[in-house]
């Protein structure tokens, strides 16, 4: 069993959990697990990611800010006023280079963003 877990979490990037939490500026937090860290395939990662506003209806993505890397799996949520928008995040971990992949986390706007998708992407594309 443990070998099976090691094999397919090395395969794509093993990010996964994400929630929205209270940051204590007053603004919010994306926070997430990963899972490749927690079964001891790698032991520093850190996390690139780019926000985006998403149109949910015309598809457009538009840039908030500058992309950044994180030393932790959380991220600032930035202040926007679109209804929907979305991180472009991968995890750079030494010995995982099929970690880079990248994944794309949905929010839902409010006093409370959500989560409302992830989208995962092939390491192979």
């Known amino acids: 069993r443990d070998k099976t877990v090691r094999y397919w979490l090395a395969q794509i990037n093993p990010v996964d959990g994400f929630s929205v939490v209270d940051s204590p500026d007053g603004g919010h937090r994306l926070e997430f697990t990963n899972l490749g860290v927690e079964a001891g395939l790698a032991s520093e990662c850190r996390y690139g990611y780019a926000w985006h506003t998403f149109g949910n209806e015309t598809g457009i993505y538009q840039a908030i800010g500058t992309p950044g890397l994180s030393p932790r799996p959380s991220l600032q949520i930035p202040d926007t006023s679109a209804e929907f928008f ?18 794309d986390v949905y929010l839902r706007n409010g006093p409370a963003p959500e989560v409302v998708g992830i989208e995962r992407f092939d390491p192979q594309n």
Do not use: I
């Open 86 to 103: 979305m991180v472009k995040m991968s995890s750079s971990c030494p010995d995982q280079p099929k970690w880079v992949s990248e994944v």
